[in-house]
């Protein structure tokens, strides 16, 4: 079950299932420690994705711009600590598309709504764009716009589910990216919402 979507970026459909009630389960007690925020863009914008993070680095936004910081932007705490199981899971799946040695310092946990969603965008506040980024999808469907290296090429629209990872890397970890408005059915388990887990190597 893997999908590829890039010469470097590939899907493995549902790899993430058997962990999904363990992963709800981190999720929740990471978010008890390390409260969901509705970042402003440096832009002044407010974003609809709600964010929060695990592990040494977290990201954050502000009027001062993009970036990783250790402690949470309102309660000035050290972010908890990616899960061992999430780690895992993220060096397995990356090696199954290719990518050994990944080692992620950082975990994004956006959720989303259906008033929610993201607008093409690159990352590029990692310090190392050889590191893959790992992605896991919980909850409602969403529909992903893989686009190219520029932002007005024309993306792709690629359905994610409740269980899906992505893995990006090399050529393919610059791309435009973004995620439409939830427009599906609820889910079962979590209702009209998807949370994604982003795994990246930020330092
Ligand atoms: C593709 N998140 O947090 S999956 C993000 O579902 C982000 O929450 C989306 O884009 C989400 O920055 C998309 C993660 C993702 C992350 C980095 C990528 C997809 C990527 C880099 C290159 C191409
Ligand atoms: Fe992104």
Redesign the pocket.
């Known amino acids: 079950l893997q999908l590829r979507l890039g010469p470097q970026?590939m899907v493995l459909r549902q790899r993430a299932l058997p962990y999904a009630q363990q992963l709800f389960e981190g999720i929740q007690s990471a978010l008890l420690q390390a409260p969901l925020c509705q970042l402003q863009t440096p832009g002044g914008h407010r974003m609809s994705?709600r964010t929060s993070s695990c592990g040494p680095q977290g990201?954050v936004s502000d009027e001062r711009g993009y970036r990783y910081a250790t402690a949470h932007p309102d309660t000035n705490k050290p972010w908890p600590s990616i899960p061992v199981a999430w780690q895992t899971l993220a060096i397995d799946a990356a090696s199954e598309a290719g990518f050994n040695g990944f080692m992620p310092d950082s975990c994004?946990i956006?959720q989303?709504t259906p008033e929610s969603k993201?607008s093409l965008?690159?990352?590029r506040n990692e310090s190392d764009f050889t590191q893959p980024?790992v992605?896991i999808?919980l909850g409602m469907s969403?529909v992903?716009l893989?686009g190219g290296m520029q932002r007005s090429d024309r993306p792709s629209q690629v359905l994610?589910h409740h269980g899906d990872i992505?893995v990006?890397g090399g050529t393919?970890?610059?791309?435009f990216?973004?995620?439409k408005h939830l427009t599906g059915a609820p889910h079962s388990e979590c209702g009209a919402m998807r949370y994604?887990l982003?795994l990246r190597r930020a330092r």
């Open positions: 970026a994705v990201w994004l956006n989303y993201m965008h690159q990352d980024i992605s999808s969403a992903f893989w994610l992505v990006w393919d970890r610059l791309r990216h973004g995620i994604n982003t």
